[in-house]
């Protein structure tokens, strides 16, 4: 349910709501958030609430620091952890500057301006999150361990996966909070598990990948254990991908998800530093089904995009190469405007790859375009990108590519 600002002032009046957190995150998609009381509400919606912006990775230095953080009603929700009596509710904020304009570093804004690009060429578009994560134990002096909660495989099932119960608090948690969970399972690597949930509208998705995390960590820690969301947690194990489904709706009905494919295609390599923003990233690439080359295929989970076995809504394509590093807004700006290249330029699919890449020959992958193989590669490339120079600002490029 979306709230308006006076009903979530009445709902915080009235439902013995104690602290209000205003989120944010940073330009790498880590959350941040500043708590403010209740009395201070009324202002933090018409004023925004100021904060120290230099002390944030990639918002500047010390000359200009203050910045303001406006909450936006409808993203209202409760953290169910939290004491039933004085709760605790959570917003997304909007960044601003005094003045009120938008912070050119808020990738939540970047995205919005993505999707209003999209809602004036008649196309709007639809996310769906797959993120994968591992459970590892803590030692007796409560630091982390890379011991893994169990060594259950793929689908396993209890008493091999430990992680079951986990999983099922998570998810029951993430329905508080308004997310639908659709699926949840072991996943192949010791103690790495996956859960997927419905599809939404670009915003809504983001901020749900964002939630995610949170409730996985949250959750894994009242349990006695540690969720890792790092490309490569374990060198020998699978790594930890981000699975981006996407679908697209026209509003004269034609079907152009092939050019939104194409586009991404087209685009792959000029996003990838910001798909797999880490120097860790690029060792799960081109392993353990994380892919490497630009390619298609229906539902081949060896190709950088699949169209899995679907119909009616449910039809999409699904981007393998991401993974949960990734600022979920950046991310999604860039695949609408690389879909809306797709659709504009009329970019038809490449010769469909059929085939298991993981067991090609040399002399098929020779001939075939990979993704960049390091974060200096993906870096270099997208800065000589007119098209992510076109809809990235220069000062989150910078950041990502001055590490």
Same mark, same amino acid.
């Given at each position: 349910?979306?709230?308006? =600002?006076?009903?979530? #002032? %009445?709902?915080?009046?009235?439902?013995?709501?104690?602290?209000?957190?205003?989120?944010?995150?940073?330009?790498?998609?880590?959350?941040?958030?500043?708590? $403010?009381?209740?009395?201070? +509400?009324?202002?933090?919606?018409?004023?925004?609430?100021?904060?120290?912006?230099?002390?944030?990775?990639?918002?500047?230095?010390?000359?200009?620091?203050?910045? !303001?953080?406006?909450?936006? *009603?409808?993203?209202?929700?409760?953290?169910?952890?939290?004491?039933?009596?004085?709760?605790?509710?959570?917003?997304?904020?909007? $960044?601003?500057?005094?003045?009120?304009?938008?912070?050119?570093?808020?990738?939540?804004?970047?995205?919005?301006?993505?999707?209003?690009?999209?809602?004036?060429?008649?196309? *709007?578009?639809? !996310?769906?999150?797959?993120?994968?994560?591992?459970?590892?134990? !803590?030692?007796? %002096?409560?630091?982390?361990?890379? %011991?893994?909660?169990?060594?259950?495989?793929?689908?396993?099932?209890?008493?091999?996966?430990?992680?079951?119960?986990?999983?099922?608090?998570?998810?029951?948690?993430?329905?508080?909070?308004?997310?639908?969970?659709?699926?949840?399972?072991?996943?192949?690597?010791?103690?790495?598990?996956?859960?997927? !949930?419905?599809?939404?509208?670009?915003?809504?998705? /983001?901020?749900?990948? +964002?939630?995610?995390?949170? &409730?996985?960590?949250? &959750?894994?820690?009242?349990?006695? +254990?540690?969720?890792?969301?790092?490309? =490569?947690?374990?060198?020998?194990?699978?790594?930890?991908?981000?699975?981006?489904?996407?679908?697209? =709706?026209? *509003?004269?009905?034609?079907?152009?998800?092939?050019? &939104? $494919?194409?586009? #991404?295609?087209?685009?792959?390599? %000029?996003?990838?530093?910001?798909?797999?923003?880490?120097?860790?990233?690029?060792?799960?690439?081109?392993?353990?089904? /994380?892919?490497?080359? #630009?390619?298609?295929?229906?539902?081949?989970?060896?190709?950088? &995009?699949?169209?899995?076995?679907?119909?009616?809504?449910?039809?999409?394509?699904?981007?393998?190469?991401?993974?949960?590093?990734?600022?979920?807004? #950046? /991310?999604?700006?860039?695949?609408?405007?690389?879909?809306?290249?797709?659709?504009?330029?009329?970019?038809?699919?490449?010769?469909?790859?059929?085939?298991?890449?993981? =067991?090609?020959?040399?002399?098929?992958?020779?001939?075939?375009?990979?993704?960049?193989?390091?974060?200096?590669?993906?870096?270099?490339?997208?800065?000589?990108?007119?098209?992510?120079?076109?809809?990235?600002?220069?000062?989150?490029?910078?950041?990502?590519?001055?590490?």
């Amino acid at each position: 349910m979306k709230y308006s =600002k006076d009903e979530v #002032i %009445q709902y915080i009046q009235e439902d013995d709501v104690k602290f209000i957190r205003l989120a944010f995150c940073d330009v790498f998609g880590k959350q941040k958030n500043i708590s $403010i009381m209740p009395q201070e +509400l009324s202002r933090a919606f018409e004023y925004g609430i100021a904060f120290d912006a230099s002390s944030i990775l990639g918002f500047g230095d010390e000359t200009h620091s203050d910045l !303001f953080l406006k909450p936006e *009603s409808e993203t209202l929700a409760v953290l169910p952890w939290r004491p039933e009596h004085g709760k605790v509710v959570r917003m997304f904020s909007s $960044i601003t500057h005094l003045s009120g304009k938008a912070f050119e570093c808020d990738t939540r804004n970047l995205l919005k301006n993505a999707v209003k690009e999209a809602q004036q060429a008649g196309i *709007s578009f639809f !996310f769906g999150a797959e993120q994968e994560f591992y459970l590892f134990n !803590f030692d007796q %002096q409560g630091n982390v361990t890379n %011991q893994p909660y169990d060594n259950a495989g793929y689908m396993d099932i209890a008493p091999e996966d430990k992680g079951e119960n986990v999983r099922r608090e998570i998810c029951l948690t993430l329905e508080q909070m308004g997310i639908r969970p659709e699926s949840s399972h072991h996943e192949e690597g010791p103690g790495q598990n996956e859960i997927d !949930f419905r599809y939404s509208d670009p915003i809504t998705a /983001a901020d749900n990948v +964002l939630t995610f995390q949170t &409730v996985v960590k949250t &959750v894994a820690h009242r349990n006695g +254990l540690y969720a890792d969301f790092s490309p =490569k947690p374990l060198k020998d194990q699978p790594g930890n991908g981000f699975h981006i489904n996407i679908s697209v =709706k026209s *509003s004269n009905g034609d079907d152009c998800l092939s050019y &939104v $494919i194409g586009g #991404i295609l087209d685009k792959a390599a %000029q996003m990838t530093a910001f798909f797999n923003p880490n120097k860790d990233s690029y060792m799960r690439i081109g392993h353990n089904k /994380a892919p490497k080359y #630009i390619s298609w295929s229906s539902e081949n989970r060896s190709q950088l &995009v699949r169209i899995p076995a679907a119909v009616g809504e449910y039809r999409r394509a699904e981007l393998r190469s991401p993974d949960p590093t990734a600022n979920p807004y #950046i /991310a999604f700006a860039l695949l609408i405007y690389a879909g809306l290249d797709g659709i504009k330029n009329k970019l038809e699919l490449p010769v469909v790859s059929d085939f298991n890449l993981f =067991k090609a020959s040399p002399e098929i992958l020779e001939k075939m375009q990979t993704i960049p193989q390091t974060l200096q590669k993906a870096c270099d490339i997208a800065k000589q990108s007119d098209f992510i120079i076109k809809h990235i600002p220069k000062s989150i490029l910078d950041v990502y590519c001055s590490r």
